[in-house]
Nanobody, 121 residues
């Protein structure tokens, strides 16, 4: 069993900052990519940022220059530093990890339950 637990969401005013964390625990053999997705009301879930095991990052155009993703492989944890937040960043943010749970398994995607980020104008 694998668990992804997010923390750090909340209410912030436009222009402010938040830092999200996501820790993976349980039966983990290896973690490949980790990332953050978000889903705003009435919209589809979208990729915000992702980072590979080697540290290669990928960002949605809407957050480039404002958000920074990082990870601590020793702690199986991924972070999302969000600066210059805008009201349109308001969404539930979900942590994603692509991992193997044993030597014999294949990469599979696992998801956290989400943390709400609300940016007021």
């Amino acid at each position: 069993q694998v668990h992804l637990v997010e923390s750090g969401g909340g209410l912030v005013r436009a222009g402010g900052s938040l830092r999200l964390s996501c820790a993976a625990s349980g039966s983990i053999f290896s973690i490949n990519a980790m990332g953050w997705y978000r889903q705003a009301p009435g919209k589809q879930r979208e990729l915000v940022a992702a980072i590979t095991l080697g540290g290669v990052t990928n960002y949605a155009d809407s957050v480039k220059g404002r958000f920074t993703i990082s990870r601590d492989n020793a702690k199986n944890t991924v972070y999302l530093q969000m600066n210059s937040l805008k009201p349109e960043d308001t969404a539930v943010y979900y942590c994603n990890a692509r991992m193997r749970t044993s030597y014999y398994s294949y990469d599979m995607d696992y998801w956290g339950k989400g943390t709400l980020v609300t940016v007021s104008s």
